[in-house]
């Protein structure tokens, strides 16, 4: 419509993109980095590992109690977002590749779903890695490994790429400026630091 120079999220699903399509707006969707989608549990649940083929089964109702996965006798609770949610769009395409329709707890907030599994021993849910250890962690809740990976190993899983994303006929020539140096090695390297306290960026 106009309103917006540019936005950065991951690639829609289906839905949001046949929109997207039916506008005939000249669309640019660039690539500048990997994001991992972490797994929460409740802190007290002694599971610390999931297959993503569990995971699947876990969220189509064919695994329904932790004791099938080496956990406690108790009824799993599956928690996630409202559809068209950037990080239940990515969820669904990484984890089955098509739209999750069993009965969850839909939640309309990030920070409220990692509370609820924070208060539910019984919980598990979803976020992207960046959202749980930059800007809303819970003490209550922990990450689990994913296939026998953790979240910042390379070979995790568990990921969505985020795009740079503008109109082509944009009369600002900075978006595309800006999105050709986020994608270059400086500014991978500034993403990267984004995850890592630690690291300076000269």
Request: charged residues 25%.
């Amino acid at each position: 419509e106009g309103k917006t120079d540019l936005l950065i999220g991951n690639d829609g699903n289906e839905i949001l993109n046949h929109q997207l399509e039916q506008t005939g707006l000249p669309i640019v969707k660039e690539k500048i980095w990997t994001e991992p989608i972490a797994i929460l549990l409740n802190k007290d649940n002694p599971v610390n590992n999931l297959t993503v083929s569990q995971i699947q089964d876990i969220y189509f109702g064919r695994i329904r109690n932790w004791s099938e996965l080496g956990g406690k006798q108790q009824s799993i609770h599956t928690y996630q977002l409202e559809r068209g949610n950037g990080s239940q769009t990515a969820f669904e395409k990484t984890v089955k590749g098509n739209n999750i329709d069993e009965n969850h707890h839909e939640i309309h907030t990030m920070p409220d779903i990692i509370d609820d599994v924070a208060k539910d021993v019984s919980g598990i849910c979803y976020t992207f890695w960046s959202y749980y250890t930059r800007m809303y962690a819970n003490t209550q809740t922990h990450m689990i490994a994913v296939d026998g990976t953790a979240v910042t190993d390379p070979s995790y899983p568990l990921k969505d790429d985020l795009y740079m994303i503008y109109r082509k006929d944009h009369p600002n020539e900075n978006l595309h400026r800006l999105t050709s140096w986020l994608k270059s090695a400086k500014g991978q390297e500034l993403i990267a630091a984004c995850y890592q306290p630690e690291r300076t960026v000269e």
